[in-house]
């Protein structure tokens, strides 16, 4: 049971340009969302987070959006830089349960 | 301020064999919890330990199984080892039970031969 789900393996996107990765999720009941960014060869290290209270969290080049009717959250960044370029991943809790993470999104920025 | 050391970065084993890995988490931090990375899976919840208790496991067979250490320090053990158990494995650390902001190691890339 797939709780939070990453349609999108991949993802291209032009230098410059803005990125928007999406995830999807069944639960109602998680009341906090959060975005990692992982490198090969290296761990997940967060990046920003959301919670079910709010709609919008912004943090420099990067801002999370929660829609909980649809329940759907994205993750926007621009301008996108090649630095950019890894796999991010989604995930989701309720209260003190675990974090349920998504299978993933490969982002290439291309100069 | 050291972050999460996952020992040993990569193992070979074979079948049928077992494996134990270790995480030692940030100063201060009391929670470890250990994620399997498999192309196409994502991140898959193994179990979260906090002061030496397991509080949280996912849905794997019993062949995988942790500890905690009054030190923080956690292990994990996986006994008759199958070729798909070949994955990174990820360790993560947090000041409390499934904290908000998890910090994690590099993991530990095993290959089962």
């Known amino acids: 049971d797939q709780q939070v789900k990453q349609n999108s393996p991949s993802l291209s996107v032009q230098e410059g340009r803005i990125s928007i990765l999406n995830c999807d999720y069944t639960n109602s009941m998680f009341d906090y969302f959060l975005w990692y960014k992982k490198y090969p060869a290296e761990g997940p290290t967060f990046l920003i987070s959301i919670s079910s209270i709010k709609d919008k969290n912004e943090d420099g080049r990067f801002t999370v959006f929660l829609n909980k009717s649809a329940k759907h959250l994205s993750l926007h960044i621009v301008p996108s830089q090649p630095g950019d370029s890894a796999v991010y991943f989604c995930a989701a809790k309720r209260g003190a349960q675990k974090l349920v993470f998504g299978q993933g999104t490969r982002l290439t920025i291309n100069p | 301020k050291a972050g999460v050391t996952q020992t040993p970065r990569y193992l070979i084993k074979t079948r049928g064999q077992q494996v134990t890995l270790s995480c030692s988490p940030i100063s201060g931090h009391r929670s470890v919890s250990w994620y399997q990375q498999t192309p196409g899976q994502g991140l898959q919840f193994l179990f979260e330990y906090f002061s030496e208790t397991q509080r949280n496991k996912g849905n794997f067979p019993g062949r995988f199984s942790g500890r905690q250490f009054s030190n923080s320090r956690s292990e994990m053990n996986v006994s008759t080892l199958e070729l798909g158990d070949s994955a990174l494995y990820l360790c993560?650390?947090?000041?409390?039970?499934?904290?908000?902001?998890?910090?994690f190691g590099q993991g530990t890339r095993l290959t089962v031969v």
């Open positions: 993560a650390s947090s000041m409390t039970v499934a904290g908000t902001e998890a910090f």
